[in-house]
């Protein structure tokens, strides 16, 4: 089983729409939660970071379940500017050197539609 | 402040042939980190290197090495090129542990790498 799992979709989605996605992660010992924004052919970049009291950002909203160790990302109101693939990234520490080991998922694709 | 850059963007070599693609940050980061980016295969970390004068394997290093040659620059070079090296490498900068414990991390723009 992959350390982080996401469903590839793609969604397509209308403008205006609310969509989710879930992010699984295997290693309990995991200490910090992220999504990240990639579009086409550039670089990932940080959305937001996720807290396990949940979280929000306009009209973005993440949430954390430790119980369950997934992660999910809701957007409301799509824009057309949303298209783009939604990466989860999970940190665990490395125990002997202390630094923060980050594993990415392979991302969701969101294509909003007018 | 540029970020991070990486030097070259587009790459093309022959197999065996030898590279060392270039990255640098400029926001006094601690943490310095490679990755190879495959379809439909997401990011995945080959080196790390969590401060100065320290380098790290991660999930896959096989056919690679690195060097953390001061706190701004992080490069990594492939000796003996292989068509499975083709890929898109970004390089990626820290801050380190925060108050709240995390990182964000920062890339830099990719480099476009074929092997023939």
């Known amino acids: 089983r992959k350390e982080v799992e996401q469903d590839p979709g793609p969604f397509n989605v209308p403008e205006g729409a609310t969509v989710a996605f879930n992010c699984t992660y295997s290693?309990?010992?995991?200490?910090?939660f992220f999504w990240y924004r990639q579009d086409c052919r550039k670089e990932p970049k940080l959305l937001m970071s996720v807290y396990s009291s949940g979280n929000e950002d306009g009209r973005f909203t993440a949430q954390l379940n430790r119980a369950s160790q997934y992660i999910s990302l809701l957007i409301r109101d799509s824009k057309l500017s949303d298209s783009a693939t939604y990466l989860c990234v999970v940190n665990r520490r490395e125990v002997v050197t202390g630094s923060y080991i980050p594993t990415f998922g392979r991302g969701t694709s969101l294509i909003v539609h007018p | 402040n540029a970020g991070v850059t990486q030097t070259p963007k587009f790459q093309v070599l022959k197999t065996g042939q030898s590279m060392t693609l270039q990255c640098a940050q400029d926001?006094?980061?601690?943490?310095m980190y490679w990755y190879r980016q495959d379809p439909g295969m997401g990011l995945r970390l080959i080196y790390y290197s969590a401060s100065e004068g320290t380098t790290d394997k991660g999930e896959v290093p096989n056919g690679y090495n690195v060097s953390r040659l001061n706190k701004r620059e992080f490069s990594l070079r492939l000796e003996s090129a292989a068509p499975s090296q083709t890929s898109v490498y970004f390089c990626a900068s820290s801050e380190g542990v925060t108050r709240e414990g995390r990182e964000t991390q920062y890339f830099g723009p990719g480099t476009r790498l074929l092997v023939l």
């Open positions: 290693n309990s010992a995991s200490q910090s």
């Open positions: 926001m006094n980061h601690n943490s």
